[in-house]
């Protein structure tokens, strides 16, 4: 990120005098917008399958296709803050997140609604980035810590209300809605941006940007991950030969995202030399895997809640409360013990709450009931997620020059997307596989279960293999230094 003396403000722009707490809010809302986006969706994902003829299986491609976008274009969304200017893109980002909103809530085919979802994923990746940059370039000295504290709070408050927020609205008035929501949220924060956002930008910064970078990463996961979920429909398994054109079409892609990234770009999107850092690279690897892990959790227990306990939206929202709650107080706990413990002891016990709380989770039945099998093993998941973000950060930026900080968050962040996109999609085929072996000698709701019993065994499974990379961690990572 840059640093102050590097930004200029050109001598035309006008604005207001505006109090710190006004340029906090501005930040903080859009923020919360866009992470609010990938959880409320969830809840109101069954009654908008249905309304829009999607399957279960392919109901997932609500949600990749704006994570999938995110992740992809996230840090081009980065460099597009310090180029173009910190006003101008953030206003931008807002514009196409918010338009898209409103194209998504009226949405009345399954195309129409992916498409619009993957717009708006793009919208998100231009506007986050240029909210931290707002905070790092206001805000100096003491102030900066509290400011950034308050920005990852209203963060991690988007994703753990989503679910509540998400039931609320489906619940009282229609799925729509979840989608309507941000555009009053938007009109406001562009409006206190147009009045009090004073223009910043990098005046070194040389306007090259790795759109094709970008495209290539993003189209060949894109790939990828539609060769998974089409081995769920018939004819099309793992070895069938559109299957494999799908996965074939996103290994070139990958590769050549590689050698572009390592031989061509002038600007790389993802330069490869920050990952000499130890602690960033195992940092970006756990988090691939737990976040993935942490995705595909919500998508499961939404579908189970709903089609299995027979809850309506708002009572699944409220049943993701207590998670949320977990969320918070395993994040407050981390970020305050941090700097005794290190990085690596809380990794292990996060890692190890994460894959003893799915283990316990996949033992649900058609019978469980919420307080007896769901409450207290969703809870550790939920505590495990809150318990391993703050030392994922640390380790992700303590080894790193600290010009590169805020590329080596953002591709953690990138990490932690692409990991989600990848383990819904890879979950969500098992978990359809295992439901449709089983339809013809079980009920409709037991296969559904086993497939869901099968989907949280594979993520204990992955919890573990994160476990032991949290083992590679340099145990120094994080631990305050005294004299």
């Excluded at 223009?199 to 790795?210: G, H, M, S, T």
């Amino acid at each position: 990120m840059s640093n102050q003396a590097e930004l200029t403000s050109p001598a035309t722009s006008e604005h207001r005098y505006a109090p710190d707490w006004i340029i906090l809010s501005i930040a903080c809302v859009a923020q919360f917008m866009v992470v609010l986006d990938v959880s409320i969706v969830n809840v109101a994902l069954p009654s908008m399958a249905h309304d829009l003829h999607f399957s279960q299986s392919s109901a997932q491609w609500v949600v990749n296709a704006y994570v999938l976008t995110f992740a992809g274009f996230l840090l081009l969304g980065g460099r597009c803050a310090d180029i173009f200017g910190r006003r101008r893109v953030y206003l931008l980002g807002l514009l196409v997140f918010t338009v898209a909103s409103i194209g998504a809530g009226f949405a009345h085919t399954e195309t129409q609604m992916v498409s619009i979802r993957a717009l708006q994923g793009l919208g998100g990746a231009i506007l986050s980035p240029a909210t931290l940059t707002i905070i790092v370039t206001t805000f100096h000295g003491p102030r900066l810590p509290k400011a950034i504290g308050a920005w990852s709070a209203v963060a991690g408050a988007g994703g753990a209300v989503g679910g509540l927020l998400g039931g609320i609205l489906t619940g009282w008035a229609s799925w729509r809605w979840v989608f309507f929501i941000n555009v009053p949220f938007g009109i406001l924060a562009a409006v206190a941006a147009t009045m009090y956002l004073r223009e910043l930008r990098n005046r070194d910064a040389e306007v090259k940007l790795d759109v094709t970078g970008a495209v290539l990463v993003t189209g060949s996961l894109a790939s990828l991950i539609y060769g998974v979920v089409s081995t769920t429909t018939p004819g099309h398994g793992w070895t069938a030969t559109s299957t494999l054109e799908w996965f074939i079409g996103g290994a070139i892609g990958l590769v050549g995202f590689l050698f572009w990234e390592g031989n061509v770009a002038s600007h790389p999107l993802v330069p490869f030399r920050i990952f000499s850092s130890r602690a960033l690279t195992t940092a970006n690897v756990i988090m691939f895997l737990v976040g993935g892990t942490f995705f595909a959790m919500w998508y499961f227990l939404t579908f189970y809640f709903q089609f299995v306990l027979h809850y309506d939206p708002v009572k699944t929202g409220f049943a993701f409360l207590p998670m949320a709650v977990a969320i918070i107080v395993g994040a407050q706990l981390s970020s305050r013990v941090l700097s005794k413990t290190g990085v690596r002891p809380l990794l292990i016990v996060g890692a190890t709450f994460a894959a003893l709380g799915f283990l316990w989770i996949s033992m649900i039945n058609v019978g469980s009931s919420y307080a007896g099998a769901i409450l207290a093993p969703s809870t550790v998941c939920a505590f495990a997620m809150g318990l391993l973000f703050a030392p994922l950060a640390t380790a992700a930026t303590a080894g790193v020059d600290r010009a590169d900080a805020g590329l080596a968050s953002g591709v953690l962040n990138t990490a932690r997307q692409v990991g989600g996109s990848l383990a819904l999609a890879v979950l969500g085929t098992v978990a359809a596989d295992r439901t449709v072996a089983l339809l013809h000698t079980s009920s409709t709701a037991a296969a559904h279960v086993a497939g869901y019993h099968s989907a949280f065994q594979i993520s204990a499974v992955i919890s573990l293999v994160a476990l032991g990379v949290s083992f590679l961690v340099p145990a120094t990572t994080g631990r305050a230094r005294h004299p």
